[in-house]
RNA sequence: CGCGGGGUAGAGCAGUCUGGUAGCUCGUUUGGCUCAUAACCAAAAGGUCGUUGGUUCAAAUCCAACCCCCGCAACCA
């Protein structure tokens, strides 16, 4: 049994859950899904990002205490995933006091790669990053997203030096050892990396409190983003514990609005700790409302409880995975999903569960403990394993909808009238037979589902009483 | 001249590398069927393949120029 790795990029504490959070569990759940399925053993980790001065900022307007705060928030998260049916074995919270002093442990790892530097230029206290001449120069020394004039500021800091890994970093890019799907992120990566300076990774902790202190020099925090990345290993239990069983990760979900972080900053540090490097980063794109970002102040923000609420987890999961494009950004409308929901999963899947069901159970066909149903088709599996989840669910459908051809074409209620009973045994168990195979291939999709389908034909075959996709 | 992706039927996309009658899904129209969630199956209509020019017997596909959209850069996955 091989051991797999699989993670999902924990989302940061100062909002609530939205639908791009959910885009990256369910890509990560599917993919978990399905090396189970094959015969991993899979850890699967999920989680919650909170530490960060925007944060202790948050509980500070609320008037709370940040820990109750991040309490609160990071429940309001795990009942989230839950909706989902995300699949996780492995949970970590950045307040662990366990990622807390792991976190410390890789700082010390690290040392030979990290120095003190003396940090003097702009500084944004919106943004809460530092502003490059350049970019003080095209603003007019003005931040355009907070209408704050940038700061001077004059620190120290301590610096992850980059340069020490550039190169045996671009080779691993180039070369595929650790590959950035889709391609052309990875060509952006590749440009990035040639730009890129060393990396601020403390503050001060007069600007700072809310993180995990320097070891060894009180008056520094860490950067979150330090803090953030190592929860892929701490989780694991590194550096207390062995994880080579487990890492490199199998494969690593992100948005690709943090893939730089991802594909710089972390290999970086896992380079300098020793460790390999994670054998895929899949960037996904983001979701669209009509083509534009969704935002708070244009108000089309989908609430993804609501589209959940509406169909049910497995058709957001199903219109998700299937309708919006795994790498690049696609639209989320409601027209849309309604369609997917009425024509593929309701008159398609369905549908036909329905019909087989009933005409099976009427002229009383059984189904063993055939093995051959849960034979996943090689082209499935090499769309799979390239984590081409679209294309293979469209490859999917197509055998569902070749089902319903089939029942058409072969009229078995015509074979019934006629009482030709061997013919009509004989295509109906094939036909639900072939039907259970695709149910296999679905599970990772809509877990939920899959599961009701086998049992309804499992031993005596019972027709579901109430529509497993209902229409209103 | 920053780098990159893209403009193909009403919508969303494939086809472009390796030129040869323009394809898929949804929507629309019509026909068939009755096991089934007014579901299913079949057929039809619908396109100057961003613009202009070039190469070729032949261009969505190759070459050149131009126009437009988007990403890499905004709290956010």
Not at 328 to 339: L, V, Y
Not at 369 to 380: A, I, R
Request: hydrophobic share 35%; glycine share 6%.
């Amino acid at each position: 049994m091989t051991k797999k790795y699989i993670t999902t990029a924990i989302p940061y504490m100062n909002g609530n859950p939205h639908i791009g959070h959910a885009m990256d569990y369910c890509l990560a759940d599917v993919c978990a899904r399905y090396l189970a399925l094959t015969g991993n053993e899979v850890r699967f980790q999920a989680g919650t990002d909170e530490h960060g001065s925007k944060i202790a900022q948050k509980a500070d307007e609320l008037g709370v205490e940040v820990q109750n705060f991040v309490d609160e928030k990071a429940k309001t998260f795990k009942d989230f995933i839950a909706k989902l049916n995300v699949s996780y074995t492995d949970y970590v919270r950045t307040t662990d006091e366990w990622h807390e002093r792991r976190v410390q442990e890789i700082w010390r790892k690290l040392k030979d790669h990290i120095y003190l530097a003396k940090y003097e230029g702009w500084y944004c206290t919106g943004c809460e990053r530092f502003i490059t001449d350049k970019e003080y120069a095209e603003n007019d020394g003005i931040c355009p997203d907070h209408l704050k004039p940038y700061e001077k500021l004059k620190e120290e800091n301590y610096y992850l030096r980059l340069s020490d890994f550039k190169d045996d970093l671009r080779k691993a890019i180039e070369s595929g050892e650790m590959l950035i799907l889709p391609d052309f992120r990875k060509k952006e990566i590749l440009k990035l990396l040639e730009e890129s300076p060393d990396v601020s990774i403390s503050r001060p902790v007069t600007q700072l409190k809310w993180g995990v202190p320097v070891p060894d020099d009180p008056s520094q925090v860490m950067y979150v983003w330090v803090d953030a990345l190592s929860n892929y290993i701490t989780v694991l239990g590194y550096p207390e514990e062995d994880i080579s069983d487990w890492w490199p990760a199998t494969a690593q979900f992100v948005g690709k609005d943090i893939l730089r972080f991802h594909a710089i900053i972390w290999p970086a540090m896992l380079l300098g700790m020793g460790l390999s490097l994670p054998k895929v980063l899949v960037s996904h794109g983001m979701v669209l409302a009509d083509g534009q970002k969704m935002s708070k102040s244009i108000g089309n923000v989908v609430d993804p409880n609501e589209v959940i609420d509406k169909h049910g987890i497995d058709a957001f999961r199903y219109y998700f995975l299937r309708h919006i494009d795994t790498f690049d950004d696609s639209d989320f409308t409601w027209t849309k999903f309604e369609d997917a929901y009425n024509n593929e999963l309701a008159n398609d899947l369905g549908n036909l569960v329905q019909r087989l069901a009933t005409l099976a159970a009427k002229n009383g066909i059984k189904i063993g403990n055939d093995t051959n149903v849960s034979k996943l088709s090689p082209e499935y599996c090499e769309l799979m394993d390239k984590f081409e989840f679209s294309k293979a669910f469209d490859y999917v459908w197509e055998k569902v909808q070749g089902l319903n051809k089939r029942i058409d074409d072969e009229k078995p209620w015509e074979l019934a009238k006629n009482g030709e009973t061997e013919k009509l045994e004989k295509c109906l168990t094939s036909l639900v037979l072939d039907l259970l195979q695709v149910n296999a291939e679905l599970s990772p999709l809509i877990p939920g589902t899959s599961e009701k389908i086998a049992s309804v034909f499992a031993g005596e075959i019972n027709p579901p009483k109430t529509p497993l996709f209902p229409k209103n």
